[in-house]
């Protein structure tokens, strides 16, 4: 049966079985954390034209407040696989369009923050105000679709490793980026660009970093990731009405992230059903989805 990788200080790995652990990560970890397949292409064909200023200089006049908040509320998913809501998650938010259609010419650009980006928390209750635009900004109108433009996605997960008749459980540490022109870290990524780390107890193996990482096959029922010309958005339909206040307003985009990371079981000897399974260099579990489930947009009166 092997014996199985507890990192603790009760019972320390050798610095062999450690070495040769880490030696076998760098190697074939890069391929296989995310999933293998093709982005869902679909809604808004283009970025926003016409940037408005969403800085953080308070308008004269009402102003409207643009919230990220997320949820872990439990959904019904429509499909049969193993699924875990990330430990920790956060996502890059660019900006938001509302239009009449997934194929409307012209949507309004509620706020735009060009190669910026605002990194806000998808934890559960986590609220983060995105943008901040002058009430009299806002366009008239009813709109029955929207584009939430994103950057990036990190995200951790519980992970089982196995190598060397070993099962090492542990967590994965990963960041993808979605669009063109991301600076993190001082250096700007391309979409596709990865950096996936393995964590247990204390030890990091990793980052295993590249270019061109798989995207998630799937998304949550009703909204669709595009990624065209190195950018990427979330289109979802709505249904709201908007007329520019006299008072200060929030414009709520709520992101729902229950069991979010989702996986196909692979059934072979020594993995666990529920449990993501990595065997490296030639066996990993196919990642079908991360990323929020649903989003959806609210406006009211300031509280």
Same mark, same amino acid.
């Given at each position: 049966?092997?014996?199985?990788?507890? *990192?603790? @200080?009760?019972?320390?790995?050798?610095?062999?079985?450690?070495?040769?652990?880490?030696?076998?990560?760098?190697?074939?970890?890069? &391929?296989?954390?995310?999933?293998?397949?093709?982005?869902?292409?679909?809604?808004?064909?283009?970025?926003?034209?016409?940037?408005? =200023?969403?800085?953080? =200089?308070?308008?004269?006049?009402? %102003?409207?407040?643009? *919230?990220?908040?997320?949820?872990?509320?439990?959904?019904? *998913?429509? =499909?049969?696989?193993?699924?875990?809501?990330?430990?920790?998650?956060?996502?890059?938010?660019?900006?938001?369009?509302?239009?009449?259609?997934?194929?409307?010419?012209?949507?309004?650009?509620?706020?735009?923050?060009?190669?910026?980006?605002? @990194?806000? &928390?998808?934890?559960?209750?986590?609220?983060?105000?995105?943008?901040? /635009? #002058?009430? +009299?900004?806002?366009?008239?109108?009813?709109?029955?679709?929207?584009?939430?433009?994103?950057?990036? /996605?990190?995200?951790? $997960?519980?992970?089982?490793?196995?190598?060397?008749?070993?099962?090492?459980?542990?967590?994965?540490?990963?960041?993808?980026?979605?669009? =063109?022109?991301?600076?993190?870290?001082?250096?700007?990524?391309?979409?596709?660009?990865?950096?996936? +780390?393995?964590? $247990?107890? +204390?030890?990091?193996?990793?980052?295993?970093?590249?270019?061109?990482?798989?995207?998630?096959?799937?998304?949550?029922?009703?909204?669709?990731? %595009?990624?065209?010309?190195?950018?990427? %958005?979330?289109? !979802? #339909?709505?249904?709201?009405?908007?007329?520019?206040?006299?008072?200060?307003?929030?414009?709520?985009? @709520?992101?729902?992230?229950? @069991?979010?990371?989702?996986?196909?079981?692979?059934?072979?000897?020594?993995?666990? #059903?529920?449990?993501?399974?990595?065997?490296?260099? %030639? +066996? !990993?579990?196919? $990642?079908?989805? !991360?990323?929020?489930?649903?989003?959806?947009?609210?406006?009211?009166?300031?509280?």
């Amino acid at each position: 049966m092997g014996w199985r990788f507890v *990192h603790n @200080e009760a019972s320390p790995p050798t610095l062999t079985h450690m070495m040769t652990f880490k030696t076998i990560f760098f190697l074939a970890l890069a &391929p296989c954390v995310a999933c293998s397949g093709t982005v869902n292409v679909g809604g808004f064909d283009a970025a926003p034209d016409a940037p408005l =200023d969403a800085g953080t =200089d308070a308008p004269s006049g009402p %102003s409207v407040f643009i *919230h990220l908040k997320a949820t872990t509320a439990p959904v019904t *998913h429509l =499909d049969a696989w193993s699924a875990q809501t990330p430990k920790k998650q956060t996502l890059g938010i660019r900006g938001l369009a509302l239009g009449t259609g997934p194929n409307d010419p012209n949507p309004w650009v509620v706020f735009d923050l060009g190669t910026g980006f605002i @990194e806000a &928390p998808l934890d559960d209750k986590a609220d983060t105000i995105v943008a901040t /635009v #002058p009430a +009299s900004a806002l366009k008239n109108g009813t709109y029955t679709y929207a584009w939430t433009y994103a950057s990036h /996605v990190r995200y951790q $997960v519980d992970a089982t490793v196995h190598a060397l008749n070993t099962a090492v459980p542990g967590t994965f540490d990963n960041l993808q980026v979605l669009s =063109d022109n991301t600076t993190l870290d001082g250096q700007v990524r391309a979409s596709g660009y990865y950096s996936f +780390s393995f964590l $247990v107890g +204390s030890q990091t193996y990793g980052p295993t970093t590249g270019n061109g990482g798989p995207l998630p096959q799937t998304t949550g029922a009703g909204i669709t990731l %595009s990624i065209k010309g190195g950018v990427a %958005s979330y289109g !979802f #339909p709505i249904n709201l009405t908007v007329a520019p206040p006299a008072v200060d307003m929030d414009i709520t985009l @709520e992101a729902n992230t229950h @069991e979010d990371f989702r996986w196909e079981d692979d059934p072979q000897a020594g993995y666990a #059903p529920k449990i993501l399974d990595v065997t490296p260099p %030639s +066996s !990993f579990e196919t $990642v079908k989805q !991360f990323g929020p489930n649903a989003l959806s947009v609210s406006i009211a009166t300031k509280n």
